[in-house]
């Protein structure tokens, strides 16, 4: 029997979003439009990473700082391959059952931080479920991966919330990343429909452990607006995320992907964001990025810089 693979209809990127009803796609303001990437720097970034066979989570995500990052040799590395088992409402990554975990992809990860010259990297993953660490142990290899092939790059992680994976964030933070960070994304009351596989007070606990066993490492934490939270809300997990110690906060526009994704409720403008930016600080974060571009990863070396500056001026 002759098997023959159709190349022009592959499957969905989101069979799990297939049957929600349609969203419109707002027109973006002026100031959310970026420039398309066309730089010699970009396209050498793009060559070490497929060079090493590596995933990075501005592809998959579809950041629109790519360009901008890439041009300046700034990749978010995402391990554990391009396939989520989780099926968030926001995110345009795969979903799906993913395959077994790459043994060279630590070292991988290791030799391509060298090569691009990172002063400061950030390693984020997809969810893994079906892993009975959640990926905590490759996360550590990786650590350990950077460190022996570029020992001074400091490394700032983005982790799932490893639900129900007892012992997962011990072992992530015995490797000792300088920052530990797990986005919130969203308020409490968005959760189930938002990011229904995860649980508000678990991943807070998550930020909360990170500090109890690393007291001197940062933690961070992200959300996006535009979800139809309300800025009391914020300000409510705001409080909550000082209340676990977290070090730094970034707050981001949410940018619907597809039609099918979580619809975008409104654009909140520049001064909103410098509002809640002056809020944050106001409640005592040590580094707040708040801007309709931010992403977790957007600037993060610069922004280490500044966080480690901020903790000596307070010292």
Not at 53 to 67: D, M, Q, R, S, W
Not at 76 to 87: F, K, N, V
Not at 187 to 203: D, H, M, N, T
């Amino acid at each position: 029997m002759t098997v023959v693979i159709d190349r022009t209809n592959p499957p969905p990127r989101h069979p799990e979003k297939a049957h929600r009803p349609d969203s419109a796609i707002l027109r973006k303001p002026d100031w959310i439009r970026v420039r398309a990437p066309v730089s010699k720097e970009y396209a050498a970034t793009k060559a070490i990473v497929r060079e090493h066979n590596l995933h990075t989570v501005c592809e998959e995500a579809a950041c629109p700082n790519i360009g901008e990052c890439w041009s300046q040799r700034h990749a978010t590395m995402m391990i554990m391959g391009d396939t989520c088992t989780r099926a968030c409402a926001f995110c345009n990554v795969k979903t799906g059952l993913p395959g077994a975990l790459d043994p060279q992809e630590p070292e991988n990860v290791g030799r391509a931080v060298a090569r691009l010259g990172l002063k400061h990297v950030v390693i984020t993953s997809v969810d893994r479920d079906d892993l009975a660490d959640g990926g905590a142990e490759h996360f550590a290899a990786v650590i350990r991966a950077i460190r022996a092939n570029s020992p001074g790059t400091t490394i700032e992680i983005l982790t799932p919330d490893f639900l129900r994976k007892d012992g997962a964030i011990e072992v992530v933070m015995a490797a000792r990343p300088d920052v530990f960070n797990h986005n919130l994304e969203t308020v409490p009351r968005l959760y189930l429909s938002i990011r229904p596989g995860a649980r508000y007070f678990a991943s807070l606990r998550l930020l909360q452990q990170a500090k109890e066993l690393a007291p001197d490492g940062f933690t961070k934490s992200g959300l996006m607006v535009g979800l139809g939270e309300s800025r009391e809300e914020i300000m409510q997990v705001m409080d909550d995320l000082r209340a676990a110690g977290v070090d730094f906060l970034t707050i981001g526009q949410y940018l619907q992907p597809t039609k099918k994704h979580a619809a975008l409720q409104r654009f909140w403008t520049p001064d909103e964001f410098k509002a809640l930016e002056a809020t944050a600080r106001a409640k005592g974060f040590a580094m707040v990025s708040a801007s309709p571009l931010t992403r977790s990863s957007y600037h993060a070396d610069s922004d280490f810089a500044a966080l480690q500056a901020a903790r000596l001026t307070r010292s």
